[in-house]
C-alpha cells in the first residue's frame, strides 16, 4: 500500500507555502504596537490555521484515491497484533528521556527544583490555553505527517533516509514559528542559539525512534500523535532548566543509535516489504 503514496513533491511544497504564509503574516501582526491582546489572538489563530493546513493537504491527497482511504482508516483503528511494548515506549520514552536528563543534570549542579511540576507553560497562546495547544497541535501535524507525508517518502527511500529527510525539513519547517511574538519557538531564540540548534538537531532521533515505532506498528496513526504529545507536554509541565533538554537530546541520540545498530536492515532496506503494509 506505501507504493501508492506517490506525490512527495506536491504534498511538501503545499505543506510548506501554505504554513509559511500563515506563520509570517501571524508573526507580522503579533509585533504591532496597538491593541496587542487582540493582536495577539488573532496571531495565535492565524498559526493554528498554519499547523491545520498540512493535514487539511494530506486529506485532499487521500481522498483522491479510494485505496488511500481505506488504508488511512485501517491504520487509525488498528490495534490488532500490535505488541505491547511499542505501546508502553511510544508513552514513556519522552518522560523517561527528560527525567533521565533531569537526573543527569544533577551531577553537573543544576537544581532539583527541575522536578517540580510547574504549572505554568514557557510560552503563550493567546485566547487558548497552553495545554488545548500543546494535544492539538501534535494531533494535526501527525495527522498530516503519518497519514501522508512520510509514506511518500518512505515509497522512495529507506526508512534511515526518510527520516534524515523528514528530520531536516520539519526543522526547517517550525522557522517562520519563530516570528510570532512570545511563541515557543520565539522565546527559544531569545534564550540563545546553542537551544535554537538543540531543539533543531533533537527533531533528527526524535523522529527516528518516532517512525521506528510507526513503523513496528502497522503503521498505525495515533501512536505517532500520542508520541508527539508526551514529548511536547513532559518538555513543559516540568521546570527544566534548557541545559537538561541538551542533555535530553544526546540520550535521544544514544537511544536512536542503539535501535539503528540492532535493527540495521530495517533501517537502512529500501525493500518495503520488510514492514506491515
Known amino acids: ?28 501582526i503579533s509585533h504591532l504596537p496597538s491593541n496587542a491582546e487582540r493582536n495577539m489572538n488573532i496571531a495565535i489563530m492565524l498559526a493554528l490555521v498554519g499547523l491545520v493546513s498540512p493535514m487539511i493537504v494530506a486529506f485532499l491527497l487521500l481522498n ?19 505488541n505491547p511494548w ?11 528521556s527528560i527525567l533521565v536528563a533531569m537526573g543527569i543534570s544533577l551531577l553537573f549542579g543544576y537544581s532539583p527544583g527541575q522536578f517540580v511540576i510547574t504549572g505554568h507553560f514557557s510560552f503563550t497562546s493567546g485566547v487558548l490555553p497552553v495545554w488545548f495547544l500543546l494535544i492539538i497541535a501534535p494531533v494535526f501535524e501527525e495527522l498530516a505527517w503519518h497519514s501522508y507525508g512520510t509514506d511518500c517518502l518512505r515509497n522512495k527511500f529507506s526508512l534511515f533516509y526518510t527520516s534524515l529527510i523528514f528530520g531536516a525539513y520539519w526543522a526547517i519547517w517550525h522557522a517562520p514559528l519563530s516570528t510570532i ?22 527533531i533528527i532521533p526524535y523522529v527516528l525512534i518516532m517512525n521506528w515505532l510507526y513503523y513496528k506498528t502497522r503503521r498505525n496513526i495515533l501512536l505517532p500523535v500520542i508520541f508527539h504529545i508526551t514529548a511536547v507536554f513532559f518538555n513543559e509541565i516540568f521546570a527544566t ?19 539503528i545498530i540492532r535493527d540495521r536492515k530495517f533501517f537502512f532496506s529500501k525493500d518495503i516489504s520488510l514492514i506491515y503494509t
Open 86 to 96: 511499542y505501546i508502553f515506549l511510544t508513552c514513556f520514552i519522552m518522560l523517561a
Open 64 to 82: 483522491r484515491n479510494p485505496d488511500l482511504r481505506r488504508d488511512f482508516y485501517r491504520r487509525f483503528f488498528n490495534f490488532r497484533d500490535i
Open 1 to 28: 500500500m506505501i507504493s501508492n503514496y506517490k506525490k512527495p513533491g506536491l504534498f511538501y511544497l503545499l505543506s510548506t507555502i501554505l504554513p509559511w504564509t500563515f506563520w509570517f503574516t501571524a508573526g507580522y
Open 181 to 202: 511574538k512570545d511563541y515557543y519557538q520565539a522565546n527559544l531564540v531569545e534564550s540563545g542559539w546553542i537551544y535554537s540548534l538543540n531543539f533543531m538537531v533533537s
Open 241 to 259: 532548566h534548557p541545559d537538561s533538554k541538551i542533555i535530553q537530546t544526546i540520550l535521544l541520540l544514544i537511544l536512536a543509535g542503539y535501535l
